[in-house]
């Protein structure tokens, strides 16, 4: 069974351009979240989907950050402008079943913002 | 609001010896807690769960870890460190209903020495 698909697995772009990020979550997930974690910190929940409806994005920075899951399966997350706090990985996970079954993680995607 | 605290950022041990790694949290009500453990450049991979089965939970790779409601603790171990162990190492707790949620705590590095 293939796991979480994350691309481009790094990033490089100057502040202010925007940048996407993809994410493939396993067959048959229907919750997915983006995470972000920066240096030497634990992840932190941008924001959930049950299917194709965003449930919580209370801590999405809505001013620059947007997301969307269409068709319940694939989501982007998107940048704009970048700003070079925005330097972090962003984690794509995805889960199936109630809060008891453990999220499967992407491999992320390294952004850069210079 | 829910809180992780992992004592330690860095901890190293000698291989063959005593992995101990600490994780605390702050919940009135017993959550789902969860170990992840994440190598350079890849996503978090699941070592093992809590959810209020056997307070004692056994994971992959020879880990396991004790809940202990009286403390508020669900501390990592492995008898005897291998060289593979060495990673970053990360507590997290969910919230029954909210969605599966994690919070995480700022991570522990695991070094072992030959």
């Known amino acids: 069974e293939a796991g979480v698909v994350q691309s481009p697995r790094y990033k490089i772009i100057e502040k202010k351009q925007p940048v996407a990020f993809w994410c493939n979550p396993i067959?048959?997930?229907?919750?997915l979240y983006w995470y972000r974690q920066n240096l030497g910190q634990g992840p932190e929940l941008l924001i959930r989907?049950?299917?194709?409806?965003?449930?919580?994005d209370s801590q999405l920075p809505k001013d620059r950050f947007s997301a969307e899951r269409l068709k319940g399966v694939d989501s982007t997350l998107k940048i704009q402008p970048a700003e070079l706090g925005d330097s972090a990985v962003y984690l794509c996970?995805?889960?199936?079943?109630?809060?008891?079954?453990?999220?499967?993680f992407g491999p992320g995607t390294r952004l850069t913002v210079t | 609001a829910q809180s992780v605290t992992q004592l330690g950022s860095h901890v190293s041990v000698s291989e063959g010896a005593l992995v101990l790694l600490r994780c605390n949290y702050s919940?009135?009500?017993?959550?789902?807690l969860f170990w992840y453990v994440q190598y350079p450049n890849q996503g978090l991979q699941l070592l093992l769960k809590?959810?209020?089965?056997?307070?004692l939970v056994k994971g992959i790779n020879g880990f396991e870890a004790e809940f202990k409601k009286s403390e508020t603790s669900f501390h990592l171990t492995k008898p005897s460190a291998h060289m593979s162990d060495a990673a970053e190492y990360f507590c997290?707790?969910?919230?029954?209903?909210?969605?599966?949620?994690?919070?995480f705590g700022q991570g522990t590095e695991l070094s072992v020495k030959p």
């Open positions: 919940s009135s009500v017993p959550p789902y």
């Open positions: 067959s048959g997930h229907n919750t």
């Open positions: 996970a995805s889960r199936q079943g109630g809060s008891a079954y453990e999220q499967y």
């Open positions: 989907y049950e299917n194709e409806e965003a449930v919580d």
């Open positions: 809590y959810t209020s089965a056997a307070t």
């Open positions: 997290a707790v969910s919230e029954r209903n909210q969605g599966g949620k994690l919070i």
